[in-house]
């Protein structure tokens, strides 16, 4: 797996969008934060644009991301935020320069189309905040990613879940939101989870389609020879008139039980405040304990 550079003061990072429109204004706090780590910062042409629900056409976002990846001066990737969208372009997108020249691309939720994508092409990414979430973002996670930016080590310890399932194994981290994930089955950009430790997350869905996408990832084989799973954020869940009878953590447990790997619930990342940056592509050591979870990502 290809590491990109880590960054260094002066490098440049570039905030586009992929998915949903995002302003200048909006992107002024996210901006500041950059400059205040000592980093410039480079708006993409997309950033202002304003197609419906879009920021900007296909076409648009296909050229600003493009030009962004080729750009050697270009040390990051910031996807402004998530939605939908990005899904439209990736098949558009040529990598062949970003292969020869990695960078590190940043963030979450639709940007799991990114993650997954270019981790089959061998190269890590970075999940973390995006612009749109700079405002409402935790100091913790804001601090982890100029970590995770700068090359420090980065490692967690958090409380145990009363629905942990507890063991030890090591392995390289992948993931991000289900819902995404769900989406890819079946595609270039859908990821091998052999031997890998999956993370998800997910935001604003009904308990029934958790179940759904949950089964539909086991009978794709997604949990056949995985080595744990870290389940982030499973934020503002929905039930129907007739109840489902199981919450999410509930559900995720039942699905997986005839696996014998750790599984860890309410891991900071995700559709929350405190969201905590996680390299997709890099090997863990992930701990389940009666006590705390711990994920000690390898130098």
């Known amino acids: 797996m290809i590491i990109p550079p880590y960054l260094k003061k002066g490098d440049t ?22 400059e205040s780590w000592g980093l410039k910062v480079k708006l993409g042409t997309t950033i202002g644009l304003d197609n419906f629900q879009l920021g900007g056409s296909d076409e648009q976002r296909t050229a600003d991301f493009q030009q962004m990846l080729d750009d050697e001066n270009i040390k990051a ?35 799991t189309v990114l993650h997954s994508h270019i981790h089959n092409l061998g190269v890590a990414t970075l999940h973390s905040i ?23 080590n980065i490692s967690y310890e958090i409380p145990n879940s009363p629905y942990n399932k507890k063991g ?79 919450n999410a953590s509930e559900i995720i447990l039942d699905i997986t039980q005839e696996f ?11 559709h929350l405040s405190d969201n905590r940056a996680l390299f997709f592509g890099k090997t863990i050591d992930f701990e389940v304990s009666d006590k705390f979870t711990k994920v000690k990502f390898e130098i």
């Open 13 to 34: 990072v570039a905030l586009v969008c992929t998915a949903r429109k995002f302003t200048p204004e909006e992107a002024q706090p996210a901006v500041e934060l950059l």
């Open 130 to 152: 995006m612009p749109f979430s700079v405002p409402k973002a935790d100091e913790k996670a804001k601090e982890t990613l100029k970590k995770a930016l700068f090359g420090e």
């Open 77 to 111: 990737i910031w996807c402004a935020r998530g939605g939908y969208g990005t899904v439209r372009i990736i098949d558009r997108i040529n990598f062949a320069n970003f292969l020869k020249n990695p960078k590190w691309v940043m963030g979450f939720s639709d940007v």
């Open 260 to 270: 014998d790997i750790p599984i860890c619930f309410d891991f900071p990342a995700g």
């Open 168 to 246: 030890n194994t090591t392995g390289i981290l992948v993931g991000g939101n289900l819902s995404i994930l769900y989406s890819l089955l079946g595609s270039k950009s859908s990821i091998n989870t052999k031997d890998k430790i999956l993370f998800i997350e997910d935001l604003d869905e009904y308990l029934y389609h958790v179940d759904r996408m949950m089964m539909n990832l086991k009978r794709n084989g997604y949990f056949d020879q995985i080595r744990g799973i870290i389940v982030g954020g499973m934020t503002d869940m929905h039930d129907n008139s007739i109840p489902f009878g199981r």
